[in-house]
């Protein structure tokens, strides 16, 4: 099952919900023996990355090397061939040909280590922006963060409520108790999306990692 548009998880792994606005992780997060990630961005023929997402990506791994006071460090490499696909710890690649909505997907981490795939879909008419955009947020998602609007969508056209266990949803102190448009981890986006970490972000992070 596919939960906010971009979360794999199983019905028998979601329960009911409350209606707070803050900022959320899940209970799995990446251990310190794991937080320096390769990530690979895919440049098959078929799940490839186009230009414009191979930039997004360069530009999503800056958002979180850039953050000081994070304890994550991304070292990005691209191909195609199965060892690589084998040795990173984080793959990124397009999965338009089996996908009709636009957006991406990715998974929690588990066991220490971060989620190893994100699928981004039907971004090629969006703006290098929304590249970055899209795929920070599921890199988000991949090292333990929650979708901010979590309880009921709402920055999406039709709102629902997203169940949280036995990942958990888990406020992050520090963060805002209020609605938080501009962050990244909010379950929908809009074409005028910077792709940039808001303050809640950051802080988020940093009080995780």
């Given at each position: 099952m596919v939960i906010g548009g971009d979360i794999a998880m199983t019905q028998?792994?979601?329960?009911?919900?409350?209606?707070?606005k803050k900022q959320y992780r899940t209970r799995n997060l990446v251990s310190g023996a794991n937080?320096?990630?390769?990530?690979?961005?895919?440049?098959?023929?078929?799940q490839g990355l186009s230009n414009k997402a191979k930039n997004g990506l360069r530009d999503a791994v800056r958002n979180y090397n850039n953050l000081s006071g994070v304890s994550l460090q991304f070292r990005?490499?691209?191909?195609s061939s199965q060892n690589a696909v084998n040795r990173a710890d984080m793959v990124v690649f397009d999965d338009t040909v089996n996908e009709s909505a636009s957006g991406g997907i990715a998974g929690f981490p588990s066991g220490g280590r971060p989620n190893k795939f994100i699928a981004i879909f039907n971004l090629n008419f969006f703006s290098r922006n929304i590249h970055e955009h899209v795929i920070t947020h599921e890199m988000g998602h991949s090292v333990g963060l929650r979708?901010?609007?979590?309880?009921?969508?709402?920055?999406?056209?039709?709102?629902?409520?997203?169940?949280?266990?036995?990942?958990?949803?888990?406020?992050?102190?520090?963060?805002?108790?209020?609605?938080?448009?501009?962050?990244?981890m909010n379950a929908c986006f809009t074409s005028s999306a910077n792709g940039e970490f808001n303050r809640n972000d950051k802080v988020g992070l940093r009080r995780i990692y």
């Open positions: 028998k792994e979601l329960v009911e919900i409350s209606s707070q937080r320096t990630i390769d990530i690979l961005g895919f440049t098959g023929s078929r990005l490499s691209f191909g979708h901010t609007d979590w309880f009921n969508r709402s920055t999406c056209d039709i709102g629902s409520r997203e169940r949280a266990e036995p990942e958990g949803a888990i406020y992050i102190p520090g963060t805002a108790r209020g609605y938080a448009p501009t962050s990244i």
